[in-house]
């Protein structure tokens, strides 16, 4: 008996589309910044453009429609350099972005043929300088996490209220990743350290480890649900790596892979339901796709793709999105100077009308676990799965909160300036005193 179950995602190949199923009449941002310069919803693409000194994003379908040609529209989104941006994972339209001109901002998206927004419907100052990460909670609606300098900040969005300053860094916080589950936040910091954050429970940082030997560009990922975390980035030799830790016992990482030298940043992107890894460096003609496992070794490479062009940004297309007729298990998105290039990896099977079960496991649906202000008193519960077999998919129908669909410009100041609110614990804590216990 064969002790080694040979993986049905090792095969998976990538496949460029022809030049007409390209994203055209795209002009590219350059400026350097941590995020990843183009994100993807089921339904729309945001990407930076050299346009308004970095100051307005590109707009544009996720669907090519019937006719095959998209237009690009912009988003007039801040005075300065967008530095980073997300869509929320449960509403398509809902855009949160953050920039040099140190704000955070939150923009609910035209559906097809409407008019782009002029303003936000929430504007957030985190202070410390330029805020270079937002990142959406991944199971509480809009519950923010923000990076500006040394600190990360945790927001109720809807509120306009911070709940949550994290302590300071030892130097500029370079990027930030959630937990699955939403009870965790991990950063990558240029001084070369990863910390695991809960911030519900205390500012400081529950483990903290050694990183990366180099302080240039890192980047930090949670694999999926599991405890692991993947940071990205270069060792003392100024080879680019990808190395594993365990954040319950962070004292050395658990596997590790070292791929070139080449300068450019790179770019992880993970899908937990294949166990599949795309990285792709900035400036880099070459996409490499490696397999996660829990057992030994941890990264094993599964395939490289050549592309056309240099890449500029790179984008994981939402698992609700992809192809399953064609058994695609991911498809990324790839931002160059010109175009928007989708790069679909396929499982080779018999394609057609029969869906191939045993690929698609139940995903993550499109409607939050909870409201922000549960999750802060300590709720955890978890995002209901999905079939993503066509004849059982449910019709998505929520609509954030954060900025209702009614409301496309900008939500009342709140009455009262915004406070920190209590950690949940502190809160306990003090009932606790009063009491007499």
């Not at 307005?56 to 690009?72: H, I, T, Y």
């Amino acid at each position: 008996m064969n002790r080694f179950k040979a993986s049905k995602f090792k095969n998976t190949t990538p496949k460029i589309p022809k030049k007409d199923e390209w994203i055209s009449d795209v002009r590219a941002g350059s400026a350097a910044s941590c995020g990843n310069h183009i994100k993807s919803s089921c339904s729309l693409i945001a990407f930076n453009t050299e346009q308004g000194g970095g100051g307005v994003l590109g707009l544009v379908s996720l669907d090519n429609g019937n006719e095959g040609k998209r237009s690009v529209s912009q988003l007039h989104c801040h005075a300065d350099l967008v530095t980073d941006f997300d869509f929320s994972p449960f509403d398509d339209f809902l855009l949160a972005t953050c920039s040099a001109d140190e704000t955070v901002k939150v923009w609910r998206l035209p559906e097809s043929g409407q008019t782009v927004p002029s303003s936000p419907g929430v504007t957030l100052s985190p202070g410390g300088g330029r805020v270079e990460n937002v990142l959406f909670h991944p199971t509480a609606d809009g519950v923010l996490a923000t990076s500006a300098g040394r600190v990360a900040t945790v927001w109720d969005a809807a509120q306009q209220s911070q709940l949550a300053a994290l302590e300071d860094h030892g130097d500029q916080i370079q990027s930030l990743s959630w937990k699955q589950d939403g009870s965790l936040i991990a950063t990558s910091c240029k001084d070369k350290k990863l910390r695991i954050f809960d911030p519900r429970a205390q500012l400081t940082a529950v483990q903290n480890a050694q990183g990366l030997q180099n302080n240039k560009d890192s980047r930090v990922i949670w694999i999926g649900d599991t405890d692991n975390v993947l940071c990205a980035g270069f060792n003392q030799m100024r080879e680019r790596e990808v190395r594993v830790w365990d954040a319950r016992k962070m004292g050395s990482s658990v596997g590790s892979v070292s791929l070139d030298t080449s300068p450019g940043t790179l770019i992880p992107l993970f899908d937990p339901d294949t166990g599949l890894l795309v990285l792709a460096g900035m400036g880099d003609c070459v996409m490499h796709c490696f397999e996660v496992t829990a057992s030994q070794p941890v990264l094993s490479q599964v395939s490289q793709c050549l592309t056309e062009a240099a890449t500029r940004g790179i984008a994981m297309v939402p698992k609700l999105a992809v192809d399953v007729t064609s058994c695609e298990v991911v498809r990324v998105l790839q931002l160059t100077d010109s175009f928007i290039v989708p790069v679909s990896y396929s499982v080779p099977r018999k394609s057609g009308q029969d869906f191939h079960g045993d690929l698609y496991p139940d995903t993550p649906g499109d409607s939050p676990a909870l409201p922000a202000e549960e999750w802060w008193s300590g709720g955890n519960k978890q995002v209901k799965k999905v079939s993503l077999d066509p004849a059982k998919r449910p019709i998505r129908s929520f609509s954030s909160a954060v900025i209702p669909c009614s409301m496309g410009g900008a939500k009342p100041e709140p009455t009262n300036q915004p406070t920190k609110k209590e950690l949940p614990i502190e809160k306990n804590r003090k009932e606790e005193d009063a009491s007499g216990h």
